[in-house]
């Protein structure tokens, strides 16, 4: 069994004590518990069928909830294109604001986890221009900037691609030409 088909053993892994925080496989029944964020409410009205959408990122690669004491905190997961190749997606309630060390150390984890089960050399996200935050933390996960996507959202909105390249056990450093152990 595959350690992405495990979600006690993955929790784990990526530093969820499976007692109060626990990864349970992605539904997307689980975003009418959320507190979304304004980002992810505006594209839920903007698209016909937000819960579908993400039924079908699903459907491409591992997905995954994160669920504090039976609510859920975020949603994500990693399209998958063609072998060694994916886009990760992601949906926060407004909690994770004040989970944000937990989620950021766990997500670091799973991003190497997942990269490394599924032999992935690259992972892109694209976000919005405008959202702040998620351009930050995009970043701070060792994701770096590849381009500018004009009018990209469903509402026109522009955003921009990100990427993060692995190799193995370590992450590729495009600005110093070198490859060093994967950081979590």
């Known amino acids: 069994m595959s350690l992405l088909?495990?979600?006690d053993l993955l929790g784990r892994v990526i530093g969820l004590d499976g007692v109060r925080d626990k990864l349970v496989p992605f539904d997307p029944v689980l975003l009418r518990l959320m507190d979304?964020?304004?980002w992810d409410l505006d594209y839920y009205k903007l698209l016909n069928d937000y819960e579908a959408v993400l039924r079908n990122n699903a459907a491409r690669g591992p997905a995954y909830a994160?669920?504090?004491d039976g609510k859920p905190i975020a949603c994500a997961g990693?399209?998958?294109y063609w072998t060694g190749v994916g886009e990760a997606w992601l949906?926060?309630?407004k909690a994770v604001s004040s989970l944000r060390h937990t989620f950021h150390r766990s997500a670091l984890r799973a991003f190497e986890v997942i990269a490394s089960e599924l032999q992935l050399r690259r992972v892109s996200a694209?976000?919005?221009t405008k959202n702040v935050r998620a351009?930050?933390?995009i970043k701070a996960a060792y994701f770096e900037e590849e381009g500018y996507l004009r009018e990209f959202g469903v509402d026109g909105?522009?955003?921009r691609v990100y990427a993060r390249l692995f190799d193995g056990k370590h992450v590729r450093s495009k600005d110093s030409g070198t490859t060093g152990p994967a950081k979590s």
């Open 157 to 159: 909105s522009d955003h």
């Open 78 to 80: 990693i399209m998958l």
């Open 126 to 128: 694209t976000v919005n």
């Open 91 to 93: 949906v926060p309630s």
């Open 36 to 38: 979304l964020q304004e």
């Open 5 to 7: 088909n495990d979600c």
């Open 66 to 68: 994160w669920v504090r």
């Open 135 to 137: 351009d930050r933390w």
